[in-house]
């Protein structure tokens, strides 16, 4: 809770790091984190109905700040996409890096939320005592996000080449189609599928949770006295505006490995 006391400094930052936890079997596999699920599915409603509010108001004449705003985020991001993609990107990877920008902003954004600001509304309102308001700072859900990407990577793959295409490629490509390369082929291949949804998850997820950890630490210096409260409070708002360079920066790579795993899948290696 909010108001708790803490014994020790690592007390203070294990609570906050906790997550709102449901099992549904002895196994910890089983363990949703509600938290994360919660979060990640209302941001994902907001952005999507923000974006769609725009767009339902927007005119040909002058436009809004915010239709303005919206238009000049569709283009930068319709650029990066062009560049990259050499298909119909407007049939659906445009809008879909659209999406997993805008989504993954949002969700990075809530860490610019007071330390306790989640943690006290959730437990005041629903007396829940653990909540993380990052759902990035969760290896599960920037893993489910990763793994997303990598089913649509696979689905466009088969799409365009077949199933047989898709197998030769894995047995036939880089090293040549003689057979007694077949197997050097298939694990060079299995390896980087594997490490596609690896990197692109923990990527994103260890920027964000390392930012969590220093303004968890931040906030405990600011906790130690008047002299601890104005050098924390001097070097928070410095970590912050350096953090909104992180939270754009890891939003824009990951829509742009997005990009790219797309790209491969319609163009091939």
């Not at 659209?98 to 939320?113: C, G, I, R, S, Y």
């Not at 694990?187 to 390392?210: D, Q, T, W």
Request: proline fraction near 3%.
């Amino acid at each position: 809770m909010a108001g708790s006391t803490y014994n020790t400094p690592s007390e203070y930052i294990g609570h906050h790091l906790a997550f709102n936890e449901v099992s549904f079997g002895d196994h910890p596999f089983w363990t949703m984190h509600v938290d994360s699920v919660v979060m990640a599915i209302f941001l994902g409603l907001v952005s999507m109905g923000l974006i769609w509010l725009v767009a339902r108001k927007a005119t040909a004449g002058v436009p809004t700040k915010t239709q303005a705003f919206i238009e000049l985020l569709f283009g930068f991001i319709d650029d990066q996409v062009k560049t990259s993609f050499h298909g119909d990107r407007h049939a659906f990877v445009a809008p879909a890096a659209l999406t997993v920008f805008v989504w993954v902003l949002m969700m990075n954004a809530m860490d610019f939320l007071p330390i306790d600001i989640m943690a006290t509304i959730s437990n005041q309102l629903f007396h829940v005592e653990h909540w993380r308001n990052v759902p990035t700072s969760d290896i599960n859900t920037t893993f489910a996000l990763a793994l997303g990407i990598w089913f649509l990577m696979i689905f466009f793959t088969i799409k365009v080449r077949g199933f047989s295409g898709w197998m030769h490629e894995l047995f036939c490509s880089p090293f040549g189609t003689s057979v007694w390369v077949w197997p050097a082929n298939f694990m060079f291949n299995l390896i980087e599928y594997v490490s596609k949804p690896l990197s692109h998850s923990l990527r994103l997820f260890g920027n964000m949770y390392a930012g969590e950890v220093i303004f968890l630490l931040l906030g405990m210096w600011a906790a130690t006295g008047v002299a601890g409260t104005i050098f924390g409070a001097i070097l928070g708002v410095g970590w912050s505006i350096f953090h909104i360079l992180i939270v754009v920066l890891q939003a824009f790579i990951f829509m742009m490995l997005t990009v790219v795993y797309l790209s491969m899948a319609h163009e091939g290696h």
